[in-house]
């Protein structure tokens, strides 16, 4: 037995796919195609967040540096200010690796279930749901060569 794929809920070998406590062997498996579920808004405003979070401190920073040069204040009061502006989009820049890193993430996992169905015994029936966009690849890969190399009678 050769396997394709193997993590703690799915596993594919050149007889079955096994998903949670169900197998279905390979054998039985009709037709095999993949859809895009529905897109989850929570990712996307998460997206959202992500990039206000990164625009803020800068945006701080220059509204900072605006306000000194329009006051008419003492040079001491002047340089106070802009460098705290300066300060401020300075500190942006380590959030802004974590936050770049979150965001980077949240693309890898993909902003839609994706689903692996198949016909067994003439009914569709859906083996796999994730939004994880690398793991579904290779389930789906992993499933292909499974298929591709299984004899069919």
Not at 35 to 61: C, D, F, H, M, Q
Not at 111 to 124: D, K, M, N, Q
Request: aromatic share 8%; hydrophobic share 50%; proline share 3%.
């Amino acid at each position: 037995m050769i396997t394709y794929y193997n993590d703690r809920a799915v596993q594919v070998t050149s007889q079955a796919i096994r998903v949670a406590d169900r197998s279905y062997p390979l054998a039985t498996l009709s037709r095999v195609w993949h859809r895009r579920g529905e897109r989850s808004w929570g990712t996307v405003a998460g997206r959202g967040a992500i990039g206000v979070a990164l625009i803020v401190p800068l945006v701080a920073a220059g509204l900072g540096i605006a306000l000194a040069l329009r006051l008419h204040t003492t040079m001491t009061m002047t340089v106070l200010i802009v460098g705290c502006s300066v300060l401020v989009g300075l500190a942006a820049a380590p959030l802004a690796d974590f936050l770049l890193g979150r965001l980077d993430m949240s693309y890898s996992k993909g902003a839609r279930a994706l689903e692996i169905w198949a016909e067994v015994g003439g009914r569709p029936t859906l083996l796999v749901r994730t939004a994880d966009a690398l793991k579904f690849g290779q389930i789906y890969r992993a499933l292909q060569r499974a298929l591709e190399a299984a004899p069919r009678y």
